[in-house]
Every structure is written in structure tokens, then in C-alpha cells.
């Protein structure tokens, strides 16, 4: 059975920073695509950043310089820092794992919320 659990999402205010994990279980891990997605109330979901197999990253124009996606392949985690955390940043933040001809995967989300 296949989980993503996503960790570290909490209230903070802007300018501050957050470090999501996502720890993935009952798939073969390296080979994945993972990314973090976000949804904001009243918005669809996008994209904030993910990371190949091989350490490509990508990011939202509106994230970059101030996150940044790794992987530890050793701990089957993925990892989302997020410095100068603004209000336009608060949403539920969900961990996809992707690989070309198998289902996606999605972990349960873990919100974050942006305020002074």
C-alpha cells in the first residue's frame, strides 16, 4: 500500500520560514518524480516545486528564491524549505510522487497558513 505523509506545515508569520517533509512508503522511491503541490481556498491546486530522479529542479515563478525541494532517496523523504513565507502562501500543501505509465500518488496534505 502506497503512502505519502506530509509533516510540518503550521501557522507562522510573514517572513518566516517552514520545512515540509514527506515520507513516502510502499513504492520503490528514486526512480519517482516528487513534487509539492498547493491549494489555496477557492483556488485549484499547482504546482509549487518538485524534483527528478536525478535532481532537476523545477519551481513556481512565484516561489522561487525563496523555496527549495531535495530528496534524501536514503530516507524515502522529500523535503520543501520555504523562506519569506508571504500570506499569499497559505493553502494546503499536498506531496505527489509521478512516474511516466503508473498512477499518481498523493499524500493527505498539510496546511499552512501565512499570518501576522
Known amino acids: 500500500q502506497v503512502q505519502l505523509v506530509e509533516s510540518g506545515g503550521g501557522l507562522v508569520q510573514p517572513g518566516g520560514s517552514l520545512r515540509l517533509s514527506c515520507a513516502a512508503s510502499?513504492?520503490?522511491?528514486?526512480?519517482?518524480?516528487m513534487g509539492w503541490y498547493r491549494q489555496a481556498p477557492g483556488k485549484q491546486r499547482e504546482l509549487v516545486a518538485s524534483?527528478?530522479?536525478?535532481?532537476?529542479?523545477n519551481y513556481a515563478d512565484s516561489v522561487k528564491g525563496r523555496f527549495t525541494i531535495s530528496r534524501d532517496n536514503g530516507k524515502n523523504t522529500v523535503y520543501l524549505q520555504m523562506n519569506g513565507l508571504k500570506p499569499e502562501d497559505t493553502g494546503v500543501y499536498y506531496c505527489?510522487?509521478?512516474?511516466?505509465?503508473?498512477?499518481?500518488?498523493w499524500g493527505q496534505g498539510t496546511q499552512v497558513t501565512v499570518s501576522s
Open positions: 510502499g513504492i520503490i522511491f528514486r526512480p519517482y518524480t
Open positions: 524534483i527528478t530522479s536525478g535532481g532537476i529542479t
Open positions: 505527489n510522487s509521478r512516474l511516466v505509465s503508473l498512477p499518481d500518488y
